[in-house]
């Protein structure tokens, strides 16, 4: 039956030789012609255990800390241990704990070299990966090979390789380089590999940037944490009985704890933004094809209506405006056609003095937890402060757009998800399992009503437009909001395995406004008690409330907010983050 409808879609095709061509999917397609794993647990166990012992192995051994030094598991908050275990030198601390400004800044001045400033960095990511375990695959000969190959260029001309010349760039699992797997979890995908690098990969380290290594995700990348079948989990710095957040999650996680300066990572819900609310970590959701995705490992290929977006995740604004705004002066629209044939275009940078902001405190559904509203309370404080106007404004209500979103990813009955991991036996995460139920793959929309679904969404988008443009009716200026401050979720981040609701993340892609995020505080167990006024707005709200039952689980976790502009703003937002940056630290 299933066969049929696949064998249908050749029809669609239209010619004679499409039908005759014509293959049902089975999962390999960008990956080359392999014959499926057979389902077999020990075997998919004995792939993984070669896998990892593989990676392991890279591990440089002088850089591991002997396990009696290693803090207890029961320690939560571990994000000080580089100062605290006496490990690190001075030179080592002040390297990893500057910026990726200030490291281009030193390199090109010949205070410290590339490889001076990768050894650190390696070394602190070595510990990183003992304490909470970020790391997917490691190239550290390949970002050593760089290193040396930029500090000769260096002697030798006393110039740089390009603006991005000695800064370590880690890079979520997705990315592609020659002769290194990007599995995305699926044991299926493991010893494939990729044949060749990802066009950012290879722009990056023509900017003079060192790739060295790359970091872990939940499989298939739909999941709000980070664990895998492969990689196993990992866990947040500043409180490891919570998540990093996901699935960019060994991304957030490792430069949250200063084990690397800056990275990309990807997002269609959230998964750029939410792990970086749950580090204290800024970054960009930019729209869609301003950072190129071409050769990237991805799951639901193909599905078009809600796409999928890369963009970095750093330690500040100005991180941020150096790493994104050089990959897209790259060019890299000659060689990617789905990349927006744009340059950086610094006159959009140029803010009014005084902005407005909007203001939603959550999606008029689901109302934040007590650390978010304090966030949310502190950042509206400091910005009027500075100077700027702040005015509540509640977008046209999405929140059943949410399920419409979820059923656009569904329109595949999960085959897509179900093939991969089935072709090792391996089996489902909880997390996955529980999103493969949305929708059983008999139970799949017909295509004529994922049009319908497409449709919703598209009509949502004019409203969204009219009423951001209304918005001048309650501002002093005259003018619409500049943009849109809102929590990312609305918890902070989560222990692993429970299930909180994410509509807050979803506007941005639904709408593929350009959207930043931004560290305010964190969590304080003693001030950011359990709401006793709580009134619940509906069945979702009270569950979601009733979460936050004991504050000291979530002692010292980030607490970040969105930051939501219009599609294809990223000058803007990156510039709007700078003066948010400036007012919160005043
Ligand atoms: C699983 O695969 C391994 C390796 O191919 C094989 O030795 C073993 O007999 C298989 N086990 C089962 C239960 O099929
Ligand atoms: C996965 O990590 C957890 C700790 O986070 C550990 O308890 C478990 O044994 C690990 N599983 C494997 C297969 O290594
Ligand atoms: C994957 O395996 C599960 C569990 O055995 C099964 O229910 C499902 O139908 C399989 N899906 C596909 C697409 O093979
Ligand atoms: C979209 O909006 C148009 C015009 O208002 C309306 O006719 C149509 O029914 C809407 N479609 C959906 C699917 O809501
Ligand atoms: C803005 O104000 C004008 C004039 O009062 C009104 O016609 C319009 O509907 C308002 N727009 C919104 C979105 O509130
Ligand atoms: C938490 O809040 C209490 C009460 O305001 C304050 O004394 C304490 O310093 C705060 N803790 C941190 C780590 O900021
Ligand atoms: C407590 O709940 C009330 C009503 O639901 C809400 O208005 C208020 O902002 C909440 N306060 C905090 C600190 O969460």
């Not at 009696?68 to 908050?77: A, E, G, K, N």
């Not at 605290?84 to 704990?97: A, M, N, P």
């Not at 094809?289 to 750093?314: D, F």
């Not at 000058?571 to 709007?576: D, L, P, R, W």
Request: hydrophobic share 40%; glycine share 8%; with cysteine.
């Amino acid at each position: 039956m299933t066969i049929m409808k696949f064998a249908s879609w050749g029809l669609l095709l239209g010619s004679a030789a499409a039908r005759a061509t014509f293959q049902p999917y089975n999962g390999v397609d960008d990956l080359g012609a392999r014959a499926l794993l057979p389902r077999n647990a020990s075997f998919w166990g004995d792939i993984v255990a070669t896998k990892v012992a593989a990676r392991d192995a890279l591990i440089p051994a002088e850089y591991l800390v002997p396990q009696d030094m290693l803090p207890d598991p029961s320690v939560d908050d571990i994000s000080a241990f580089p100062f605290t275990s006496g490990l690190f030198t001075d030179l080592e601390l002040e390297i990893t704990e500057s910026t990726a400004s200030e490291v281009v800044k030193r390199v090109a001045c010949g205070d410290w070299t590339a490889e001076e400033v990768l050894e650190a960095t390696i070394k602190r990511a070595v510990v990183a990966q003992q304490l909470f375990n970020p790391l997917s695959e490691i190239l550290f000969e390949r970002g050593r090979a760089q290193a040396k190959k930029l500090d000769a260029y260096f002697a030798e001309t006393g110039k740089t390789m390009g603006p991005l010349h000695g800064l370590p760039i880690s890079l979520k699992d997705q990315f592609r380089f020659k002769g290194v797997d990007a599995t995305i979890g699926y044991v299926s995908w493991a010893n494939r590999p990729a044949e060749k690098d990802s066009l950012t990969v290879t722009a990056l380290e023509e900017l003079g940037a060192v790739l060295w290594v790359k970091t872990n995700i939940p499989t298939s990348l739909m999941s709000g944490e980070t664990i895998n079948n492969i990689f196993n989990e990992t866990k947040n710095p500043f409180n490891r009985r919570l998540t990093p957040g996901g699935s960019s999650g060994g991304e957030s996680s490792l430069v949250g704890f200063h084990g690397s300066f800056i990275g990309f990572g990807t997002d269609i819900a959230g998964s750029i933004r939410i792990p970086c609310t749950n580090t204290g970590l800024w970054c960009v959701r930019p729209s869609i094809g301003r950072c190129s995705y071409e050769n990237l490992a991805n799951s639901l290929r193909g599905e078009e209506a809600i796409t999928s977006t890369c963009g970095p995740m750093g330690r500040s604004p100005d991180d941020l405006k150096l790493v994104f705004s050089s990959l897209v002066n790259k060019g890299l629209w000659e060689d990617d056609p789905n990349t927006i044939p744009m340059p950086w275009r610094e006159d959009k940078e140029q803010l009014p003095e005084k902005l407005v902001f909007g203001w939603a405190n959550g999606d008029g559904h689901v109302q934040p937890w007590p650390p978010v509203q304090r966030g949310m309370l502190e950042t509206k404080a400091k910005l009027e402060a500075a100077g700027h106007e702040v005015v509540e404004w509640l977008p046209p209500s999405w929140y059943e757009h949410n399920t419409q979103m979820q059923n656009l990813f569904s329109v595949d009955g999960h085959l897509d998800i179900q093939t991969d991991f089935n072709a090792s036996g391996e089996p489902f995460l909880p997390t996955i399992a529980s999103y493969l139920a949305w929708v059983a793959p008999e139970d799949r929309p017909t295509v004529y009503e994922s049009w319908q679904l497409v449709q919703v969404l598209q009509n949502y988008t004019q409203s969204f437009r009219d009423a951001w443009q209304g918005s001048a009716n309650i501002t002093s200026t005259g003018r619409p909001i500049d943009a849109l401050i809102m929590p990312a979720t609305s918890n902070v981040a989560k222990e692993r395995g429970i299930a909180y609701p994410y509509g807050y993340g979803n506007l941005s892609p639904m709408l593929d406004l350009t959207t930043g995020v931004f560290p305010v505080t964190r969590t304080n167990s003693s001030i950011d008690v359990v709401n006793a006024t709580f009134v619940p707005l509906n069945d979702a709200d009270a569950k979601n409330q009733a979460l936050y039952d004991d504050p000291t689980t979530w002692e010292h976790a980030p607490v970040g907010l969105q930051l939501i502009g219009r599609r294809l703003e990223e000058e803007k937002i990156v510039a709007m983050l700078k003066v948010i940056e400036l007012a919160l630290k005043a």
